[in-house]
């Protein structure tokens, strides 16, 4: 569903470029954990996924390789305390899915609408000063 409102939206708005996808780690993660979904359900995404890409080009963006290289791995968090934004939600990605099993998709959701939250604030920190 997301991947049909990702397109709808390009399409309403008349973008004829693909979407970028901006994230952290999610050349590690977000991306092949999307498309092997997309494969195991039978979806055909009504978008491409961008998958086998470097951390900074037209179709992927990913801000912990930005900041950290190739070969380091910095936390989200650690990114975001060190810059001081704080964060909405203190879940760790790890214990996100007792979380849910706890509390329902609720927690899920809030994990996710406060790490958006972050991400958002570390882009607009480094775009001044990072080529990306």
Same mark, same amino acid.
């Given at each position: 569903?997301? @991947?049909?409102?990702?397109? *709808? ?7 004829? $470029?693909? #979407?970028?996808?901006?994230?952290? !780690? ?7 954990? @999307?498309?092997?979904?997309? *494969? ?7 978008? $491409?996924? #961008?998958?086998?890409?470097?951390? !900074? ?19 989200q ?34 994990k ?9 604030q ?11």
């Open positions: 569903a997301a @991947l049909k409102t990702i397109a *709808a939206e390009r399409d309403k708005h008349g973008f004829a $470029r693909p #979407p970028r996808f901006i994230g952290w !780690n999610i050349i590690d993660f977000d991306i092949p954990f @999307l498309a092997k979904r997309c *494969a195991i359900l039978g979806v055909s995404p009504d978008i $491409r996924i #961008p998958t086998g890409r470097r951390y !900074n080009n037209e179709r992927v963006l990913d801000l912990m390789q930005a900041w950290s290289g190739f070969k380091d791995r910095n936390k968090r650690d990114v975001a305390a060190a810059m001081g934004i704080a964060l909405q939600d203190e879940t760790d990605g790890k214990d996100l899915w007792d979380a849910v099993l706890r509390d329902g998709v609720a927690a899920a959701a809030k996710c609408a406060s790490d958006i939250d972050a991400l958002r570390i882009y607009h920190r480094m775009q001044p000063v990072f080529e990306l």
